[in-house]
């Protein structure tokens, strides 16, 4: 085999992040997701015990906890308080709908807290998310602020909110957050976030938005060149600009933009069932657990993660032979080193 071939298939033995859906379920109503509509299984504490000598062989630095929404796993801070006593960094990635409610406990537990909020208003956060919370969400967010842990904005852009991409970095300020983060509503995926049904959709821009969002573009790079400079808005000009390009990729308006990642080479997702898979838009293997049949005979993550079918699965993804990641929203590159 080439020395490339033989990189690409090499064993994982270093997982520096772990992401764990805590559960399926969701208690917002998203346009963008199914999994309030489908979600059954929780991870117990027990099953997550269970997988700390796997993270310490792997020398896991971080886990973060996801969903479905992690806050509605009942032992969500029984988790969180396992990680952290044997070291790890916890990160609560949340829709914050019970934030306000757990703010003290979240900031004792998590070194970072990241909410997704996709409306500057009332209105848009109900038109996206399904639900009248836009205030309870942006109380929560003050709290753990409050708390002494600013959390991180995690930003879905889509037709129904592109036009307020300058008012959540505002809003993020008034919050007292840490960061803004945006990303492209994913369309191009239909199984992502939980969807199981045919996925239809209107959520992307139509073509004759592109040039607003170009202007917009153009307009934050001058406005807010000290919070590009700063890392409060987390992405690049450049980067954000991938955005406009995704969108006009979905609208045959051109080449979807390269995706430069190499996210299951330092990272993979463990689901509330026990499925591993490389990246939140992969699955992985249906056998590919880190639980049998039956909840037991727990296995080890490594060996897991180096099955041949996992294996074969990342020199794809590294190859560039997946479909999904020729149109993902997300190009995530870490340094091996």
Known sequence: ????????????????????????????????????RHGRDDMDLAAVVRLLPSLARLRTQCVLLSGGEPLLNPEWAAIAAALRDVGLKAWLLTSGLALAKHARRAAQLFETITVSLDGTTPETYAAIRGLDAFDKVCEGIRAVADQGVPAGLRITLQRANFRQLPEFVRLAKELGAQRVSFLAVDVANPHAFGRTDDFVSDLALQAEDLPQLETILDSMEQTYADDFRSGFIAETPHKLRRILRYFSAIRGLGAYPPVHCNAPEFSAVVGASGRVQPCFFIAGPAAARVTRAGGELPDDLARVLNRDDMSDLRAAIRSGARPECKTCVCSLWRDPG
């Open 1 to 36: 085999m080439s020395a490339e071939a033989l990189a690409i298939r090499s064993p994982l033995t270093r997982l520096p992040l772990v992401t764990l859906y805590l559960t399926d379920r969701c208690n917002s109503r998203c346009v963008t997701c199914d999994y309030w």
